[in-house]
């Protein structure tokens, strides 16, 4: 009996990934950075918040491979004394963290009111459309900084849990926006065929309808446009953690890595920015390049 993972393989999606080298690099890339994060404790060489463990005098130090660096700290280390190489891989898991979460979020947000305007229709459709419209005239970064700025002046010394949870909502209301419209769209498309008609005339309720009958029909788009906005969202939270609106400064993302590391960048110590720009970068190109092939793959005009 074939396993999930072999008949996954020989579908047409898994035949297009395994003949795709980019799929298969960009997939590996990003396996290796989530398993780092998800593990940070046991992979990476130094807890670089564990303050006890500090050393003061080996604050920016550069990689280990130049003549002043040490092998220890194979990255270099920053202002504090942090190994480098340590904060990307606890920054990482930060990073992506608030960047699923955030995309999860907007995904249930939007699915459930493109579906609702879509299948309805009349004011409830004509409201939030309006209210998408009113969303997209304002610049996505704009708002979420707006909404992390009041939550930090509301709640100046909560928990980072809440400071995280606020990070989440604000880059979460204005994501939901680009899900609502594509459902939507997809809804008016599918609430008019056969299947669904037989399925009202025979007596079905509504929310079944859309929950067992169009929503499956619709996720497909979702599914691409999901992938390609985790991207997104992890630089959206790193702009806000470089311009210190982001995450709590105990708990840095690589956001914060580099604005730290950016008020040393011109006296010489560049690997302090360098390399979380670098890691940031890695991250987004990777789940950019699957987003890409999963909307090729997903395309039957394509196959």
Not at 229 to 241: H, K, M, P
Request: hydrophobic share 50%.
């Amino acid at each position: 009996m074939k396993t999930t993972l072999a008949r996954w393989l020989d579908s047409d999606i898994g035949h297009s990934f395994r003949t795709s080298p980019v799929a298969i690099l960009a997939a590996a890339i990003a396996l290796v950075c989530v398993f780092c994060a998800a593990f940070a404790g046991w992979v990476a060489p130094h807890n670089p918040f564990d303050l006890a463990t500090l050393e003061l005098s080996d604050a920016r130090l550069p990689p280990g491979w130049s003549a002043e660096g040490s092998w220890k700290y194979p990255l270099g280390t920053d202002d504090q004394g942090r190994d480098i190489l340590s904060a990307l891989i606890y920054g990482a898991r930060i990073s992506l963290v608030v960047g699923v979460a955030s995309v999860v979020l907007s995904v249930v947000f939007g699915v459930a009111f493109g579906l609702l305007a879509g299948f309805r229709g009349g004011w409830v459709d004509a409201v939030l459309m309006r209210l998408c419209d009113v969303m997209l005239s304002f610049p996505a970064i704009l708002v979420a900084l707006l909404i992390a700025g009041v939550g930090r002046a509301l709640f100046p010394n909560a928990h980072e849990s809440l400071a995280f949870g606020v990070l989440i909502l604000s880059i979460s209301l204005t994501g939901w926006v680009q899900y609502a419209r594509t459902v939507r769209g997809s809804t008016l498309v599918e609430r008019n065929k056969e299947y669904v008609q037989a399925a009202r005339v025979t007596g079905v309720p509504s929310l079944r309808i859309m929950r067992k009958h169009v929503l499956p029909n619709v996720l497909g788009p979702v599914l691409v446009l999901a992938t390609i906005q985790v991207a997104t969202a992890i630089i959206t939270e790193a702009t806000l953690s470089f311009l210190g609106v982001g995450a709590p400064p105990t708990s840095p993302s690589l956001g914060t890595l580099i604005r730290i590391g950016n008020d040393y960048l011109f006296s010489g110590e560049w690997w302090i920015t360098v390399f979380p720009g670098a890691m940031l970068v890695l991250i987004a190109l990777s789940v950019n390049l699957l987003g890409d092939w999963l909307r090729d793959a997903l395309n039957p005009r394509l196959r």
